[in-house]
């Protein structure tokens, strides 16, 4: 998993809770890195989701509902690095679609070694989109989140329905209405 999710997710951490709430997830993690990251670095997911688990037992908050938030956080990042990927579309149905063949296409020119959950369009139209994720990560509100920030971005307003496939979260159908 590339670094820029780890030090992003560190930095919502801090914002939300407090550099301590930081220390104390790093510290009651068994992070192979000790917790230091950079962007372009590359560290197991497991390290990911003990730091998830540590924020959940610290918080009470679930930990879909944290990768929900971050997802929504990781936007900005997505925003402010990549904005020429977002200039390329002319709304959400159509850049949301497009993930699998040509948004990942382009993040694997950037970080060949990326490993990326798979999205296949089951039905498009213009104003919804069924989509099946799999991913061993089973970080599918992280998506969530992104697909919630990407509607704002355009100025437009989505239901985005997720029902898992598989119980544990790794094949999940994303159902997204738009309207309004």
Known sequence: ?????????????????GLMMVDTIVTNSNLPSNGAYTDVGTYSFSEMLSLLTNLNKETG??????????GEHFFSVVEKSYSYFLKEFKDPIEM???IENHIHVEVRKIYPDAELPTFTVIEKTENNL???YKSSR??????????NKTFEYFNKKATILVEN????GTEVKFSIAAHG
């Open 130 to 132: 069924v989509m099946i």
């Open 138 to 147: 089973a970080m599918s509100y992280f998506g969530k989140g992104l697909m």
């Open 61 to 70: 908050i679930e930990i879909n509902e944290l990768l929900l938030v971050y």
């Open 165 to 168: 496939i598989q119980e544990d």
């Open 1 to 17: 998993m590339k670094g820029i999710v780890f030090t992003e997710f560190l930095d919502l951490v801090e914002e939300k809770f």
């Open 96 to 98: 949301i679609s497009s």
